[in-house]
Structures are given as structure tokens and as C-alpha cells.
């Protein structure tokens, strides 16, 4: 398989992550939706990233897709298989994912534009406080097992620590000081375990902004 992408993207950066943990063999090309579009609009005609291309040439083009497709070839999916686990975790990454996407659109807000728009601003802003807010919420209240020995989500690592620790990496890094962490305190608590992690470390770049 190839992972097209850098991993400043926290979308590239879960994809990366989930082949590490598995043990998947994969190249990696990081390549830039900007500095290198011609090359990556041959594989994936919306121009973005993460692109994985599939050992038999097919290519898929949302990161979503491609974790539900590493999953199924496992024996133990991140996502778990089973209800009500599997709804629970996709809804805190898909919560995580979101926080990441607006952190993504505000940065090209501030970037791109020469005047920026005050209510496009706040607007993102307030939804990345909420989001955080509510996943720091629903962490806080989960059941804790005590033979735990990981602060993971579900009492072990899955899908919904990795969005989330990708997204909490990417926001800390595109928007310094955006994030209170001292008002976070298990999200804080819980990203620092993750980026202790191996995998984590191995599918990391600092955020470059494009140009």
C-alpha cells in the first residue's frame, strides 16, 4: 500500500497510525495537496490527502474509508465490530474528526484570505471550544475499570483516542495557544500518553503551513 500525505495532517496521521499499529507494510510519499497536486491529482482527482493506493491499484480517498478498510483486515479492529462499543467510538472520532476540519478551516481562513471574516472566526472558534469541551465532558464521565492501566477512552486503545489525539496535536500546533490544556485536564492527560506511543511518534512531522 502507499500513504499519500504529510503527516502534519491529523487525517494523514491517524491513516499512518492505524498501518503502524497493525503491522501493515506501507510506503509513505508526503507529498503536499499543494506543492505536489499535479502528482497527487493523478491518483485521487480531488486533490487532497491522506490517498491510500490499495495493492491492487485501487485508491481510496477518505480516511474514514480507509480505516473501515485496514479494520476488516484484522482480527481486532480499532472500531470495534460489536453494538453498542461500535457506535460509541465512532462517535467520539467522528467528533475529533470534526474538531480537526474546523481547526483546518480556520487556519485557511487566517491564511488565505487578506481580510478575514470576524464571524467565520468566532463561529469556528466557538465550535472547536465545544467540541473539546464535550469530548473532555464525555472522558470525564466514562466508567473507569480499575485494572485499567491506560487512560484510553474505552479501556483500550481504539480509533477514538487516535482522532483525537491527532486533532488535539494538529490544533496545539496550526493555532498556539487556541487550547487551555489546565481546562482540559484528562484530554491533556490522555494525548500525552499517546504521543508517548511508538506509533505515534513514528507518524509524526511538525505542521508546515502550505505554500
Not at 503536499?32 to 486533490?47: C, E, Q, V
Not at 480507509?66 to 465490530?81: E, H, I, K
Not at 469530548?135 to 479501556?155: K, N
Request: contains cysteine.
Amino acid at each position: 500500500m502507499i500513504l499519500i500525505g504529510q503527516y502534519d495532517s491529523p487525517f494523514v496521521r491517524r491513516v499512518g497510525i492505524a498501518l503502524t499499529l497493525y503491522g501493515m507494510a506501507f510506503e509513505h510519499r508526503p507529498w503536499s495537496s499543494f506543492g505536489d497536486a499535479d502528482r497527487l491529482r493523478a491518483f485521487n482527482p480531488l486533490t487532497r490527502v491522506p490517498t491510500l493506493v490499495l495493492d491492487d491499484g485501487f485508491v481510496l480517498v477518505d480516511s474514514h474509508m480507509m480505516l473501515d478498510y485496514l479494520d476488516g483486515l484484522v482480527d481486532a479492529p480499532l472500531f470495534p465490530r460489536s453494538e453498542p462499543e461500535r457506535h460509541r467510538v465512532l462517535k467520539v472520532a467522528a467528533l475529533a474528526c470534526g474538531l480537526a476540519d474546523k481547526a483546518v478551516s480556520l487556519f485557511y481562513e487566517r491564511a488565505m484570505h487578506a481580510t478575514i471574516s470576524p464571524s467565520f472566526d468566532a463561529r469556528c472558534r466557538n465550535q472547536i471550544g465545544a467540541v473539546l469541551a464535550a469530548l473532555e465532558h464525555d472522558f470525564a464521565s466514562r466508567p473507569v475499570s480499575r485494572h485499567e492501566s491506560r487512560p484510553y477512552w474505552f479501556g483500550h486503545l481504539s480509533h477514538a483516542d487516535i482522532a483525537v489525539g491527532c486533532a488535539w496535536r494538529f490544533v496545539n500546533e496550526a493555532h498556539p495557544g487556541l487550547i487551555d490544556p489546565a481546562s482540559l485536564p484528562n484530554l491533556h492527560r490522555l494525548t500525552a500518553e499517546l504521543e508517548a506511543l511508538p506509533a505515534f511518534q513514528a507518524n509524526y512531522q511538525a505542521f508546515l503551513p502550505p505554500t
